[in-house]
């Protein structure tokens, strides 16, 4: 889908569209789809383009980060890093497009709306979403025995239930 953990130089960002701009970090583009700006909740709305907090660095990161300071709230902010980037003209930008699933868990609201979602994906279609398990077992990055261990670990429940099927296979 996204070459992003494939990066070498410099930083990605995955951008999604919505109805509410001033709650997010938003990135304003051109008419080439590359980024002009970065602005941490804008009041006056200047994209409808929200950062998802999906980013994906290079290296330089750890020192750039070390050089942030706090901004007005009191904060270090993911905004100040990205204009870092986006000065030395190394902040690219990917798009969550239709059928892709953003759910922003910022408010207690958003939350429950994100958690009422997920349980109803996974009730529906049978499959857990990101099961760390399932896919490290799926990449042969884990054996079943290591399965088995996690069943023992989270004891009597429906994630393990879960495990288990995957297994029995």
Not at 20 to 37: C, Q
Not at 59 to 77: C, D, F, H, Q, T
Request: proline residues 2%.
């Amino acid at each position: 889908m996204y070459n992003c953990t494939k990066l070498k130089k410099g930083s990605k960002i995955l951008l999604h569209r919505v109805k509410n701009p001033e709650n997010y970090g938003v990135a304003k583009l051109n008419n080439s789809g590359k980024i002009v700006k970065v602005v941490e909740k804008p009041k006056k709305i200047i994209s409808d383009y929200a950062i998802t907090g999906l980013y994906f660095f290079d290296n330089k990161v750890i020192n750039y980060s070390k050089k942030l300071k706090p901004s007005k709230r009191g904060e270090l902010e993911i905004t100040d890093l990205l204009r870092k980037y986006h000065s030395n003209k190394n902040l690219h930008v990917e798009f969550l497009g239709r059928g892709g699933a953003w759910l922003d868990t910022g408010s207690i609201d958003d939350f429950y709306k994100a958690s009422a979602f997920v349980s109803s994906i996974e009730n529906r279609q049978g499959f857990k979403i990101a099961c760390l398990e399932e896919i490290a077992l799926n990449n042969k990055w884990i054996s079943k025995k290591e399965i088995k261990k996690a069943i023992k670990f989270y004891g009597n429940c429906n994630y393990s239930i879960y495990l288990q099927n995957l297994i029995k296979k």
